[in-house]
């Protein structure tokens, strides 16, 4: 039984909010089952901007799984920003994982992510020294995050929720001096071990709407200026290898 997942990142709102957009997502009840936001809900990560963002959020009248973006992130009032978007009924993942009965129990984990680039399985090697070993350990550390939530999952279908990409197949025109910036192979790699039906991410404002994983995982980059707004689509769970051919381990 399919699910109807609506998903949208990269809202960065400031002061108002997009009267159409707004429309939209009150609407959305009659087309979807779950909102999922994919970070960059704010533009500076200020409280006023997540209020507002909040309201906007109150008008949905459905489940709201959220990760936080680079531009949140921002914020000095981390427990406050997200204290307010809980407020508003959002279930904000950072390395955690949640499970709604929606006609089937759908697994949702989330994080964050990181950049780093995807030398050497999908893109060039275009950082050297100091910034590229930070780089690598905080992604390292993500990876090893997600590892973690995913092994606590076990439901009928299984979506990761991101900002950052864990592939290049949805960098469409970004260019590819840019990819460090926009997300690493590594947490690809983890999502490959799991019984992952689907990635969701944002953050590559100028990527293209659909890709995959190195092992054939669906992702989809819902930043909000490639699809132009919410994408709806039917989720069904894959077939999935018998006998439990996904090895959890840590991410190398
Ligand atoms: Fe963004
Ligand atoms: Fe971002």
């Not at 997540?50 to 008008?59: C, K, N, Q």
């Amino acid at each position: 039984m399919p699910v109807r997942i609506a998903a949208i990142g990269d809202l960065h709102v400031r002061s108002e909010i997009p009267a159409g957009l707004a429309d939209e997502l009150t609407a959305l009840h009659q087309r979807a089952d779950v909102l999922v936001v994919a970070g960059d809900i704010t533009d500076g990560g200020r409280i006023p901007e997540v209020e507002l963002a909040a309201s906007l959020f109150r008008t949905v009248a459905l489940p709201i799984v959220a990760v936080l973006g680079n531009h949140d992130r921002r914020c000095l009032r981390r427990t406050e920003f997200r204290r307010i978007l809980e407020s508003a009924g959002v279930i904000l993942l950072d390395a955690e994982a949640t499970i709604l009965d929606l006609g089937i129990r759908v697994g949702f984990a989330g994080i964050g992510g990181y950049g780093g680039g995807f030398w050497p399985d999908e893109g060039p090697f275009l950082l050297h020294s100091r910034v590229s070993q930070a780089l690598a350990l905080r992604a390292r550390r993500e990876a090893i995050r997600l590892e973690t939530t995913l092994a606590q999952l076990e439901t009928d279908l299984t979506v990761v929720v991101m900002h950052y990409s864990p592939t290049a197949t949805t960098l469409g025109n970004e260019p590819p001096q840019k990819y460090w910036m926009l997300g690493n192979s590594q947490l690809g790699r983890v999502i490959d071990r799991h019984p992952v039906d689907l990635v969701i991410h944002g953050h590559a404002h100028l990527g293209n709407p659909t890709g995959q994983t190195l092992g054939g995982i669906p992702v989809w980059n819902v930043a909000t200026t490639v699809p132009g707004g919410p994408v709806i689509q039917d989720v069904a769970p894959r077939p999935k290898p018998r006998g439990g051919q996904f090895h959890a381990g840590i991410a190398r």
